[in-house]
């Protein structure tokens, strides 16, 4: 009976419902809108647009803070375009692991919003891509790969490994050990 527990759980973890190349192929657009401080009578709006390799990101906080980014998930060097009517442009110059430059900051301030006001208030299943926490989850793990990792994506190349290294890892049932499942073989490593 636990060995059917077992497989049941490994078969659910093994099944995730959109690849990395699905994400990284798909273009959408989401909006998510959440009620926010004060007793909820104003709005947080997050817009997320992907088209081919660019993902622009624009935050609307309490009607009159208006954000926005644009992150070319194909193009070198690692950079993220702030757009406030003009566009600055940031380099990745250093680790954000142990720095906390302009960059950094505001690859963590985009990071911080995509799951605060996006993956939190989303609506469906972050496994299914035609939903808003879908496509929202999407973009989440192609700007951390690209910004937080510096992957530079090119059409063509296989993407897979992106869903996998997020979906494919869990709790044995009854027990706290890990379990890990080898994308190349597909055997789990307990």
């Not at 994400?23 to 997050?46: A, W």
């Not at 647009?49 to 309490?62: A, G, L, Q, V």
């Not at 891509?129 to 989850?137: Q, R, V």
């Amino acid at each position: 009976m636990s060995l059917l527990k077992f497989s049941l759980l490994l078969l659910s973890i093994m099944s995730y419902g959109f690849s990395g190349n699905d994400c990284f192929n798909t273009n959408f657009n989401v909006e998510v809108t959440h009620k926010s401080f004060p007793f909820g009578l104003l709005t947080k709006t997050l817009k997320v647009t992907k088209k081919e390799c660019e993902i622009e990101i624009s935050h609307n906080e309490y009607k009159y803070r208006n954000r926005k980014w644009i992150i070319d998930t194909c193009r070198e060097p690692v950079h993220i375009k702030i757009d406030t009517g003009s566009v600055d442009v940031i380099r990745r110059t250093v680790d954000c692991q142990i720095s906390t430059d302009k960059f950094c900051k505001e690859y963590s301030l985009i990071k911080k919003l995509l799951q605060d006001d996006g993956l939190i208030f989303a609506e469906g299943s972050k496994t299914e891509l035609e939903s808003d926490h879908g496509k929202t989850y999407c973009s989440y793990v192609l700007v951390d790969q690209y910004l937080g990792k510096s992957l530079v994506m090119t059409k063509g190349f296989d993407y897979d490994y992106l869903m996998a290294d997020k979906s494919h890892s869990g709790k044995k049932e009854g027990t706290n050990s890990e379990v890990s499942i080898d994308p190349n073989s597909g055997k789990a490593d307990f």
